[in-house]
């Protein structure tokens, strides 16, 4: 069975900070990753998948076999980035996540 | 179309009462999912529709719980005999489901239930 770890509950940052959300997977298959980001009273949407290897909103994540992570990175945070981000896995060819527990992200001013 | 919604928003009952929500997905989304979440934890998967077939049942879903998309359409949850644990925030969302690698779940805001 497949698992994610998200070891932060919370993760407090000033404006302008760089920002590492850490998301670790547990899988022995080839697994797709994605965060999805809730805002304060927004609905759960997604941010980013690896497999776009896109940048969203300044944030990016690669995907390291080797050491079974997804960490989403952010240069510069901003106060608009504070929320509830979730790290998701999916086994090839399902259509079903499995999320981590979620990671509170504040950006003060 | 204003994406996914769910009604009612917030349901209150008793222990032992009957409880159904209700889940619109997205017109043409013929993919639509349940999952459950309770406080500080990440959205747990129960039961998936692909157009009105129920194509995976998780095993959280006990004999209490049952979902129907009878038209391939709506969708209801229902939760028979509620028991307090069962309080948590039920999320659904749906998908075009065209291709499982381009394959986005949009969500709606949830039916917040609270089992006294």
């Known amino acids: 069975a497949q698992r994610v770890t998200q070891p932060e509950k919370l993760l407090s940052v000033f404006k302008g900070a760089p920002v590492e959300l850490k998301c670790n997977y547990s899988?022995?298959?080839?697994?797709?990753l994605f965060w999805y980001v809730q805002y304060s009273r927004q609905r759960l949407q997604l941010l980013l998948r690896?497999?776009s290897r896109e940048s969203i909103k300044g944030f990016t994540a690669d995907l390291n076999k080797g050491e079974t992570s997804f960490h989403l990175k952010k240069p510069f945070a901003q106060e608009e980035d504070s929320a509830m981000y979730y790290c998701?896995?999916?086994?090839?060819?399902?259509?079903?996540?499995?999320f981590g527990r979620g990671t509170s992200l504040i950006v003060h001013p | 179309d204003t994406g996914v919604s769910q009604d009612p928003r917030h349901k209150i009952t008793k222990r032992g009462q009957n409880v159904t929500f209700r889940c619109d997905p997205i017109s043409e989304h013929n993919r639509l999912y349940w999952y459950r979440q309770t406080l500080g934890q990440g959205p747990e998967f129960l039961t998936y529709?692909?157009?009105?077939?129920?194509?995976?049942k998780s095993r959280l879903l006990s004999d209490r719980f049952s979902a129907e998309r009878p038209k391939g359409s709506f969708s209801t949850l229902e939760i028979q005999r509620t028991e307090q644990g069962d309080s948590a925030m039920y999320l659904c969302?749906?998908?075009?489901?065209?291709?499982?690698?381009?394959?986005?779940?949009?969500f709606g805001p949830g039916t917040r239930l609270t089992v006294l």
């Open positions: 690896h497999i």
């Open positions: 969302a749906s998908s075009e489901g065209s291709s499982v690698f381009t394959d986005t779940q949009y």
């Open positions: 529709f692909q157009n009105e077939a129920q194509l995976e």
């Open positions: 998701a896995l999916r086994r090839g060819g399902s259509y079903i996540p499995t």
């Open positions: 899988y022995s298959g080839s697994p797709e």
